[in-house]
């Protein structure tokens, strides 16, 4: 299968980005992954994502500032957040777009897949 999509991967954990690497690279996507918020934004990663997929939790910058972040800079990639942490998603201001959706760890590979596509599918 071939997908010409950049799904671009944001977690402090390996196995996460290894697991999620080798699931995506299966479906055909191209995948970078990145292990901080900051590695992520000092990158060229921004520009090239399709979809975004970021832990919430992780040292140094977590998952939502990053995306506020980005949305500041007027970059407004779809956007996935994981995570390992119980409670509601987190709340965002006004004037930043609500992520695509929330999956808590450990999560359905086919509900990812098929939230990727879903999102995939509205920007083409």
Do not use: W
């Not at 970078?32 to 939790?57: R, V």
């Not at 987190?90 to 999956?103: G, H, T």
């Amino acid at each position: 299968m071939s997908n010409s999509a950049i799904i671009s991967v944001v977690d402090d954990d390996e196995f996460v980005l290894t697991a999620l690497d080798s699931l995506l690279r299966s479906y055909g996507y191209t995948v970078h992954t990145y292990t901080g918020a900051l590695a992520f934004l000092e990158s060229y990663g921004p520009e090239q994502t399709d979809c975004l997929i970021s832990d919430i939790q992780m040292p140094g910058m977590c998952g939502v500032k990053m995306y506020e972040a980005l949305a500041t800079m007027g970059i407004h990639i779809p956007t996935i957040f994981i995570t390992g942490m119980l409670g509601p998603p987190p709340q965002f201001s006004a004037n930043v777009r609500k992520p695509e959706a929330y999956f808590s760890k450990p999560f359905s590979a086919d509900a990812l897949l098929a939230c990727i596509e879903k999102i995939l599918k509205r920007s083409r």
